[in-house]
């Protein structure tokens, strides 16, 4: 079940999964959480649509600065995962960009691939809104539109715009100068000419002219959306990863944004303890199993020992020249804060999750491993148990165990609950493996007490609480009064979600060892 709430309402992409872990399908939205509710909703919806719901087992989303940078990374992703729910558009090319051309006289051209000689500007989003800036800049700069140089001026020079250099009206130099100021205004640095543009509004609109006026706002709005920044897709023709993290409750939440030849290709989250030096260690660690890209961007400066001998360990397994780099200002130092966005939307949110569940549950840490168990039978037939795992608000499906009821006979829950629980924790306990910092019953009092005595019993000391369905009331020890959370609390909504994939383990196994009288591999 996927728990919306935890959606950011964020511009950027989100990414559906089947059960699998397989990308179906990638959407962009202005708002992830409410365009991610409607696939959701309670409404009609077209055949494709309503299977590809069917098959929603997971959603993953990236956070965005813009909607159009969102539209852009969509593009991206869809062309690298092609999903099967996605339109297969097999010659579709990349959004179109403003090329400058490499001639005596150059023009502003638009074009969709590589092939033109000279100076690339883009890709931009809106075609209309590109081309209305592309006619503004011809038209303020007089850049020539012919594809070869006329005998005689057309009627563009008579109109004036275009400054005619066919004839010799303006010099090589003139021209330059006057293309120059339109490739100063495509590279970002044009508020002189839309501040002009901005007076000649004013002065329309005083003189009462409201159409030239519009119009005028309407090429100063195209300017304007030239200056937005693709933080998504850049002019690069090598990768770069672009790692941030945040510290907090003496954790570490990091995330590394890997660049493919200037396009998000991936993210990776990470979380762990705090301590000295955590950066550095972190990239060895990560990059003795990753692919090492020719640039790396992260937020802090090592000393200087440190990044030399960690430059050197780089290059060393990479085989050619890796640069770190820590920006101060700029694009670079905007990808880093993007990256911080998408840790507040995503990691950061299970902290407060965490936290949240708590003080709900007056627990003395924040439970980021919980356990929760279920037991599923038929008449009192093939009684199994299950066990999932949640780390950090999200499915640790390696650490799943199912189990076959050995020692009780007939349907009796909490003798089943009481068995599970202890073969879990007497061999966890056994083995020193990690143990969770809770333990979630399905059921009321009954299994509670049943869960309790065997916790006691395998030696593991362990919050423990139960889920009653019926009216999804929370059960602690001690305590015969049980917690009321409402239902639209996300700690409770947490549990539920839990719970829920507990009994869908529980059913899934009981249906197999029916169906085929055998049991998996993944028998605890």
């Keep these: 079940m996927i728990d919306l709430s935890k959606l950011p309402l964020d511009p950027g992409c989100y990414l559906f999964k089947n059960s699998d872990g ?11 959480r409410k365009r991610v509710s ?21 959603v993953e989303f990236f956070v965005t600065s813009s909607e159009a940078e969102a539209l852009i990374l969509e593009n991206n992703l869809i062309k690298r995962h092609k999903p099967k729910y996605n339109i297969d558009l097999k ?67 008579h109109i004036g715009t275009c400054s005619a250099p066919c004839t010799g009206k303006i010099s090589q130099e003139e021209y330059n100068l006057n293309l120059r100021q339109a490739e100063k205004y495509l590279a970002g640095k044009g508020d002189e000419l839309i501040g002009s543009l901005k007076n000649e509004m004013k002065v329309a609109s005083e003189k009462m002219n409201f159409e030239k006026a519009a119009v005028l706002r309407d090429r100063i709005s195209a ?45 990776q989250e990470f979380s762990f303890e705090f301590k000295e030096d955590f950066l550095e260690e972190f990239i060895i660690q990560y990059y003795s199993e990753n692919q090492i890209p020719r640039e790396i961007i992260f937020p802090d400066a090592l000393s200087g020992e440190s990044l030399a001998a960690l430059t050197e360990y780089l290059e060393k397994i990479r085989g050619e020249r890796v640069e770190i780099t820590v920006p101060q200002r700029g694009e670079k130092l905007n990808l880093l ?113 049943a869960a309790v005595s065997a916790l006691r019993n395998a030696g593991a000391k362990i919050p423990v609480i139960s889920l009653a369905k019926r009216f999804e009331e929370i059960y602690r020890p001690g305590k015969s009064e049980p917690i009321c959370l409402d239902r639209k609390n996300p ?34």
């Design 337 to 449: 804060d993007l990256v911080k966005r998408n840790i507040e939307a995503s990691l950061l949110s299970s902290e407060k999750e965490a936290s949240a569940l708590r003080e709900a549950l007056h627990l003395e840490k924040n439970p980021h491993i919980i356990e929760c168990f279920d037991i599923s039978d038929i008449q009192g037939t093939n009684s199994v148990g299950s066990m999932v795992r949640f780390k950090d608000g999200e499915p640790d499906k390696s650490e799943y165990r199912r189990f076959r009821i050995k020692t009780v006979e007939g349907a009796d829950d909490f003798a089943s609950i009481a068995e599970v629980v202890s073969r879990r924790y007497s061999r966890l306990n056994a083995e020193g493996k990690e143990m969770p910092d809770l333990v979630v019953i399905d059921g009321g009092l009954g299994q509670l007490q």
């Design 38 to 58: 409607q696939y959701f909703a309670d409404r009609e919806k077209d055949p494709k649509t309503e299977k590809l719901v069917e098959k929603i087992a997971d």
């Design 91 to 157: 010659d579709s090319k990349r959004f179109a960009s403003i090329v400058l051309t490499d001639e005596k006289f150059p023009r502003l051209v638009v074009t969709r691939n590589r092939t033109i000689r000279g100076k690339y500007y883009g890709p931009f989003v809106s075609a209309e809104a590109r081309d209305n800036a592309l006619k503004v800049l011809r038209k303020t700069f007089q850049i020539r539109t012919c594809g070869k140089l006329p005998k005689r001026e057309c009627l563009k020079s």
């Design 223 to 267: 300017l304007e959306a030239l200056h937005e920044r693709q933080a998504m897709e850049r002019e690069k023709r090598y990768d770069e990863d672009v790692i941030n993290y945040i510290v907090s409750g003496g954790k570490v939440f990091l995330i590394v944004f890997n660049a493919i030849n200037g396009m998000l290709a991936s993210k």
């Design 22 to 32: 397989e990308i179906i399908y990638i959407g962009k939205a202005k708002s992830l």
């Design 491 to 524: 700690s409770l909504k947490l549990l539920m979600r839990i719970r829920d994939e507990a009994h869908r383990f529980a059913v899934k196994y009981h249906r197999l060892l029916r169906s085929k009288e055998m049991v998996g591999d993944n028998d605890d």
